[in-house]
């Protein structure tokens, strides 16, 4: 398996604009985790579902951001509209329940807003 | 909701040394206790997790310990080498919940 997979891995962009992060997790996980790192608040969960199905979203800055899983093989995070506060390393990371509780994480998405 | 406090923020040690990090978490709900490395510009991968039914795990140089009645966890590395420098996360959860993260702790080790 070639592990989570996340698109683009750089994006820049301006204030204003849309962002949509993609994501498709490692086959058969029925978890999907977003995170948001940054140095000032270390490494923050955003969003997770379970078998698609949004769990818990209390880590959603504002209404700002939404997340969607419309299968299991795919996941996106939008930002409308952008703003230069909400550059960071987005994360997604992907986990098998019966398999135990280890969470695989992406190579991230460093997106910058200017 | 899981609080979880990692010490210390920054850890600089010689080559051959010792590390240890310490973290603590407030749900005694939680029972799974992983430990992740995150190298410069990289994903944070998983390098050793303990669960709650057991007190200590080692691989190699590096080992986890858990006191689940002061809810505290440690990672300990012996003989430390300049390709341990990275930044270090506790997390905690129950069995098919959320992790929560600690804050990180910048380990460098010194050659």
């Known amino acids: 398996d070639a592990g989570v997979i996340q698109s683009p891995r750089h994006e820049v962009t301006e204030m204003g604009q849309e962002v949509t992060l993609r994501c498709k997790p490692i086959?058969?996980?029925?978890?999907l985790f977003w995170y948001r790192q940054t140095m000032m608040r270390g490494l923050e969960l955003l969003i997770y579902f379970n078998n698609n199905v949004p769990i818990d979203d209390s880590g959603m800055p504002e209404d700002r951001f939404s997340a969607k899983m419309p299968n299991a093989s795919f996941s996106t995070l939008k930002i409308q509209p952008s703003e230069p506060r909400d550059s960071a390393v987005y994360f997604c990371a992907s986990r098998l329940t019966s398999g135990g509780s280890e969470q695989f994480f992406g190579p991230g998405t460093r997106l910058t807003v200017l | 909701g899981e609080n979880v406090e990692q010490h210390p923020s920054t850890l600089s040690v010689q080559e051959g040394d010792s590390a240890v990090i310490k973290c603590t978490y407030s749900d005694s709900a939680s029972n799974y206790f992983p430990w992740y490395k995150q190298e410069l510009g990289k994903r944070p991968q998983l390098i050793i997790d303990?669960?709650?039914?057991?007190g200590e795990k080692k691989d190699q140089r590096i080992a986890v310990t858990l006191n689940k009645t002061a809810k505290h966890f440690s990672l300990h590395i012996t003989e430390t080498q300049p390709e341990d420098s990275a930044v270090y996360f506790c997390?905690?959860?129950?069995?098919?919940?959320?992790?929560?993260f600690g804050q990180g702790t910048i380990l460098t080790v010194h050659p």
């Open positions: 303990i669960r709650s039914n057991v």
């Open positions: 997390a905690a959860s129950t069995s098919y919940g959320k992790l929560t």
């Open positions: 086959s058969g996980h029925d978890y």
